[in-house]
């Protein structure tokens, strides 16, 4: 652990790295205006500290530990294989089998001193469709909905397969949308931001991310370390159970284009996640003949019956201040309507620009 090299480090990398990763996306959320962050950060909710639950642990890169280099999170599901961990694909793309899980971790214990031992990464399960782009283990993309990874693990140092030292699981448990009342999150962030190695929690709602087939949360504490946490949906301080219908994760690794740290995201666990983690529980190969992953498909506003009164279309950047191109039409009536893509991906609802004639 002491000298493992944390994959998770978008959200406290340089500026200059920030831009790079922005420039070369084909699809952006929106970002909050340098103006109004500060602002906002201050309005939200804060995540708590504390001492970890025992589904809930973290990822190092060797098989000893001094506790002083811990990267992403990972939680305990509950399968037939009694070995399984939940994380993110832009973590685990860097996971061999010189890494290991350990559950609850504790800064500054050694192996034999861990509540639940420490258990070495036998296998990683990514969905092959999942593609980060070139230089960071991220991405923008529709395939951000896939940022989800699932590893097999071997007995910790007792013997002990995972479920049976931790004594319990999480239910994957796919969600029948995107909006829930009470989410908690629970994740490790990096020593830079937790030199205490404590993890952090926060029981908020959520919403869609627009354009994507991912949740999103607002709550602050959540830097960088955090990537591949469960959002459980009946989480109890040292329960053995709960239902996990995603993890923090998918656009720009979970976190939105200014990378502050109270905006999370996360995919929403869907048939692709469901087929990759049985393919974990049985062990089983990768699949080689998966379709293209097509994501949320953008809408024209209104749709034929709407947009068939339209005589004159044009697109271009009417709006200031948003994220890609907008339709303006003037419809067959004289009036005009002004629709702004806030997304990047889905044109708003509309403004009414020149009224029909009378």
């Known amino acids: 652990m002491a000298d493992a090299q944390p994959l998770d480090a978008l959200r406290s990398a340089p500026p ?23 602002a906002k950060a201050k309005a939200v909710p804060k995540g708590t500290l504390f001492g970890g639950t025992r589904l809930v642990g973290t990822f190092f890169g060797s098989s000893t530990t001094t506790g002083t280099n811990w990267s992403c999170t990972g939680s305990v599901l509950d399968t037939a294989a009694r070995n399984v961990v939940l994380t993110a694909a832009h973590c685990a793309l860097g996971y061999g089998n010189t890494y290991v899980f350990v559950p609850q971790f504790k800064k500054g214990a050694g192996p034999a001193q861990q509540p639940y031992g420490i258990f070495p990464i036998q296998r990683v399960l990514i969905d092959p469709r999942y593609q980060p782009d070139k230089p960071g283990r991220t991405t923008k993309k529709a395939v951000s909905d896939l940022d989800t990874a699932f590893a097999r693990v071997s007995a910790n140092q007792r013997g002990q397969k995972l479920q049976d030292a931790v004594g319990g699981g999480l239910t994957f448990t796919r969600p029948t949308g995107y909006t829930n009342k009470n989410i908690t999150v629970v994740g490790y962030p990096g020593k830079s931001h937790n030199p205490a190695g404590k993890a952090v929690k926060c029981t908020v709602p959520t919403s869609q991310l627009p354009g994507f087939r991912q949740m999103s949360m607002t709550c602050g504490g959540y830097y960088g370390g955090v990537s591949g946490s469960p959002w459980i949906t009946d989480y109890k301080d040292g329960a053995g159970t709960g239902h996990v219908i995603g993890n923090l994760g998918g656009y720009n690794g979970g976190g939105n ?53 339209a ?22 009536d004289g009036g005009t309507t002004l629709y702004a893509d806030t997304t990047g991906r889905r044109l708003g609802s509309g403004t009414r620009l020149v009224h029909p004639r009378t």
């Open 16 to 38: 200059a790295r920030k831009q790079k990763l922005a420039a070369t996306a084909t699809v952006a959320a929106p970002a909050p205006a340098p103006a109004t962050v500060a």
């Open 257 to 309: 284009d200014a990378d502050v740290d109270y905006i999370s995201y996360a995919p929403a666990f869907g048939a692709d996640a469901a087929n990759l983690l049985a393919v974990a529980v049985a062990n089983r190969p990768l699949p080689t003949n998966l379709p293209p992953y097509q994501g949320v498909q953008a809408k024209l506003p209104g749709g034929a019956g709407t947009l068939q009164h």
């Open 311 to 332: 005589n004159l279309p044009a697109s271009g950047d009417c709006a200031s201040g948003r994220t890609g191109d907008d339709l303006v039409v003037r419809w067959s």
